[in-house]
Every structure is written in C-alpha cells, then in structure tokens.
T-cell receptor, first 112, second 114 residues
Framework: DAMVIQNPRYQVTQFGKPVTLSCSQTLNHNVMYWYQQKSSQAPKLLFHYYDKDFNNEADTPDNFQSRRPNTSFCFLDIRSPGLGDAAMYLC???????????FGPGTRLTVL | GQQLNQSPQSMFIQEGEDVSMNCTSSSIFNTWLWYKQDPGEGPVLLIALYKAGELTSNGRLTAQFGITRKDSFLNISASIPSDVGIYFCAGQGMGSGNTGKLIFGQGTTLQVKP
C-alpha cells in the first residue's frame, strides 16, 4: 500500500544533543511537510518542500532544519533540542500544493 | 496563527448515539477536510470537501461544505467505541492566505461509552 512512513516512532534525546527524524513516502507526491504537534493542540506547520524548493514558516525556530535528498525522503534535523521541543512530529505529503494532505504516524520526541 | 473555531471541544456519548461537530471561520476556504487522530498516531483523512454546498458520506460519516464557504460540519451516526479519538477540521485555500496551507480547528475529543 502507498503510504507515509516515519522513523523512528519514538525518539529520546538529551538536551542539546542533535537529533534527526526521518520520513519517506511511496505516494510519489511532490510536496512534503513537517508539523509539530504538542499535547491537545492542532498540528503546527514548520516547513514544506515543493519538490526541491524549501519553504520555511516565518515562526519556525532556526533550531529546526530540513533536507529532502530525493522525492521519497525528507528529514527533520533539530540542532540543539530544548525541553520545549518535546512533541509529536508529523510528516505529511500531498500530490500538489493545495491538494489534500496525508499524514504519517508521527515520531514522539522526548527531550531529557 | 490563524485558527478555525471548532465545537464542541469535547463530547462524551453513549454507544449508538449520533454525533455532530462543526467548524466556522471568518474567512472563506476552497477546501474543507476532516481528520481523525487516534492517541499516539498521525491524523487520518476522513472526508475532503471541494464545493460549497457539497454533502459527502463515508460510511457512517457525513460532512458538508457550507454554502458561505466559511463553515463545515461532520456527523457520525450510530457511534461505536472505535470512533473514540480527536477530530480535526481543516480549511485550505483563500482563507489560509497561502492556498496550500492547512488551517486547523482546535479539535473535538470524542469519547464513547459502551
């Protein structure tokens, strides 16, 4: 089945220790998104890629970076995680900008 | 950031009851989406609506795109325990400023008593 896959599902890191979260898709969609979701809140868009074009949300901290080496994969790098970065990180894809978005299962990040 | 007004915030119902939730906005949207999120999982797309006035069903779920393009509702008929979760509405296009960006409601937490 075509799908959005996130690895790992659970990630524990130490305060200040860089961490990378991974997303892959078999949908061959052009657009990939990264969201941050904190408890009892709606997902918050961090950035998205349209193909190789990177688009950062204005309020996304510099601590968050992303890479999309090819159509299928997208990575979220958190350079120096703080306690406030503990959250669920969701990857989503859409065929084109403006099409409905399909989410992966998420990675739960814990910062000690 | 911009948000939709989603209500109710939470519901606790008896199995077999019907459920209704809605979203309203001060802006118009081209698309309304309804997602369900189980604990520890990502949101799953339930229904997508593309035209003002459109009424769409998916099994026991029915959703409508309001005529004014500023609101949408989701109904669940004959609820079952696996309906438990958080339901999010999302608007896309025009009111989102950037047409592809999703604007989410605050979510409706549904609990079903067997």
């Amino acid at each position: 089945d075509a799908m959005v896959i996130q690895n790992p599902r659970y990630q524990v890191t130490q305060f200040g220790k860089p961490v990378t979260l991974s997303c892959s898709q078999t949908l061959n969609h052009n657009v990939m998104y990264w969201y941050q979701q904190k408890s009892s809140q709606a997902p918050k868009l961090l950035f998205h890629y349209y193909d190789k074009d990177f688009n950062n949300e204005a309020d996304t901290p510099d601590n968050f970076q992303s890479r999309r080496p090819n159509t299928s994969f997208c990575f979220l790098d958190i350079r120096s995680p703080g306690l406030g970065d503990a959250a669920m990180y969701l990857c989503a894809t859409s065929r084109d900008w403006g099409d409905e978005q399909f989410f992966g299962p998420g990675t739960r990040l814990t910062v000690l | 950031g911009q948000q939709l007004n989603q209500s109710p915030q939470s519901m606790f119902i008896q199995e077999g009851e019907d459920v209704s939730m809605n979203c309203t906005s001060s802006s118009i949207f081209n698309t309304w989406l309804w997602y369900k999120q189980d604990p520890g999982e990502g949101p799953v797309l339930l229904i997508a609506l593309y035209k003002a006035g459109e009424l769409t069903s998916n099994g026991r779920l029915t959703a409508q795109f309001g005529i004014t393009r500023k609101d949408s509702f989701l109904n669940i008929s004959a609820s079952i325990p696996s309906d438990v979760g958080i339901y999010f509405c999302a608007g896309q296009g025009m009111g989102s400023g950037n047409t592809g960006k999703l604007i989410f409601g605050q979510g409706t937490t549904l609990q079903v008593k067997p």
